[in-house]
C-alpha cells in the first residue's frame, strides 16, 4: 500500500507556482520522498527526489518539512503542459516504487 | 538519446486468447520492469529484472502472466490465455543500475483492450 496522502485534485492558473502536498507521516529515516507525473496516454516521469534537504532541479523544488512527515513540490512557473497527475511515493529505494493514486493537476489558461 | 521502446502501442484481443508486449529499454541500463496500470489507478509493480534475473515477481500472477528476458536486455510480457479483466496499460521501465535512487525511466505503455 501507498504510504502516502495526497489531494486527488487541484487547480492552478497559467504562470503561477503550483504548490502540490504530500503527507508521508510513517516515513522512516531511510526512506525517499519522490515525486512523478503522468501526462495523459504516457509513461510517469520522474521529477524530482529528496531524504532531509530541500532539492531543486530544472523541472522543479521539493520541500521537505524538518519532521519530514510531509512534502511540497513546488512548480514555479506552471505551464499547460504540466497538466498531469502527480506521484509521490516513498521508499527506501528507487527499485521498488509503490504509486498511490496522484494529484491530478489541471493548469487553467 | 532513445528512451525506453514498446511495441504495440494498442492491442485488441479476444478473452482466452494470448498476448505479448516487448520492451526495448535504454541502452545500458541493468534493470527492467514491468508495470501494470488500471483505469485511474497508479501502475503497480509486476516484475522487475536485474540482467538476465527475474529478481521480484511476486506481484505477477503465474497461472496466465509468463515475462523473459534473454541476453538481459529486451524483455517480453506474455498473458494466455487472457482474461477481461486483463484489460489496463501495461508499463516497461529501466533503470541503469542497483543503486537505491535510480531513477526509472517509463515507456508509453501498451494500452491492452481485452473483449
Known amino acids: 500500500d501507498a504510504k502516502t496522502t495526497q489531494p486527488p485534485s487541484m487547480d492552478c492558473a497559467e504562470g503561477r507556482a503550483a504548490n502540490l502536498p504530500c503527507n508521508h507521516s510513517t516515513i522512516s529515516g531511510n526512506e525517499y520522498v519522490y515525486w512523478y507525473r503522468q501526462i495523459h496516454s504516457q509513461g510517469p516521469q520522474y521529477i524530482i527526489h529528496g531524504l532531509k534537504n530541500n532539492e531543486t532541479n530544472e523541472m522543479a523544488s521539493l520541500i521537505i518539512t524538518e519532521d519530514r512527515k510531509s512534502s511540497t513540490l513546488i512548480l514555479p512557473h506552471a505551464t499547460l503542459r504540466d497538466t498531469a497527475v502527480y506521484y509521490c511515493i516513498v521508499n527506501q529505494g528507487a527499485q521498488k516504487l509503490v504509486f498511490g493514486q496522484g494529484t491530478r493537476l489541471t493548469i487553467n489558461p | 538519446e532513445a528512451g525506453v521502446v514498446q511495441s504495440p502501442r494498442y492491442k485488441i484481443i479476444e478473452k482466452k486468447q494470448p498476448v505479448a508486449f516487448w520492451c526495448n529499454p535504454i541502452s545500458g541500463h541493468n534493470t527492467l520492469y514491468w508495470y501494470l496500470q488500471n483505469l485511474g489507478q497508479g501502475p503497480e509493480l509486476l516484475i522487475r529484472y536485474e540482467n538476465e534475473e527475474a529478481v521480484d515477481d511476486s506481484q505477477l500472477p503465474k497461472d496466465r502472466f509468463s515475462a523473459e528476458r534473454l541476453k538481459g536486455v529486451d524483455s517480453t510480457l506474455k498473458i494466455q490465455p487472457a482474461e477481461l479483466g486483463d484489460s489496463a496499460v501495461y508499463l516497461c521501465?529501466?533503470?541503469?543500475?542497483?543503486?537505491?535512487?535510480?531513477?526509472?525511466?517509463f515507456g508509453p505503455g501498451t494500452r491492452l483492450t481485452v473483449l
Open positions: 521501465a529501466s533503470s541503469p543500475r542497483q543503486g537505491m535512487t535510480d531513477t526509472q525511466y
